[in-house]
Nanobody, 131 residues
Framework: QLHIVESGGGLVQPGGSLRLSCAAS????????IGWFRQAPGKEREGVSC????????YYADSVKGRFTISRDNAKATVYLQMNSLKPEDTAVYYC????????????????????????WGQGTQVTVSS
């Protein structure tokens, strides 16, 4: 059974950093597109960053470009999201989702649409940016 667990969230001051981890079990990460999404209170879930585990192609939302970096370690079946220069508006529950590469057209498509069919989601991890 496919399973995803996010970790690494917490409380951080503005300007600080956090690294989120998305660990997969029950499947290898080869030939998947993995995405980080976030949902703030009262707002819709939005795509933050996505990566192809086969060729490393990445996509970033404009709001996080230059501050966040997505990476993968296929041997550990884990995808990371390094978040630097955090802002209060980055406060949200961060979710990880995986879709087989054959079921999504592009890495960008993974991030700009909320994958539902063929997607495996984690339970989320809270990130709070506050002084």
């Amino acid at each position: 059974q496919l399973h995803i667990v996010e970790s690494g969230g917490g409380l951080v001051q503005p300007g600080g950093s956090l690294r989120l981890s998305c660990a997969a079990s029950g499947f290898t990460l080869d030939y998947y597109v993995i995405g980080w999404f976030r949902q703030a209170p009262g707002k819709e879930r939005e795509g933050v960053s996505c990566i192809s585990t086969s060729d490393g192609t990445t996509y970033y939302a404009d709001s996080v470009k230059g501050r966040f970096t997505i990476s993968r370690d296929n041997a550990k079946a884990t995808v990371y999201l390094q978040m630097n220069s955090l802002k209060p508006e980055d406060t949200a529950v961060y979710y990880c989702a995986a879709v087989p590469h054959s079921r999504i057209t592009t890495v960008q498509a993974m991030c700009v649409t909320l994958p539902k069919v063929f997607a495996t989601w984690g339970q989320g991890t809270q990130v709070t940016v506050s002084s």
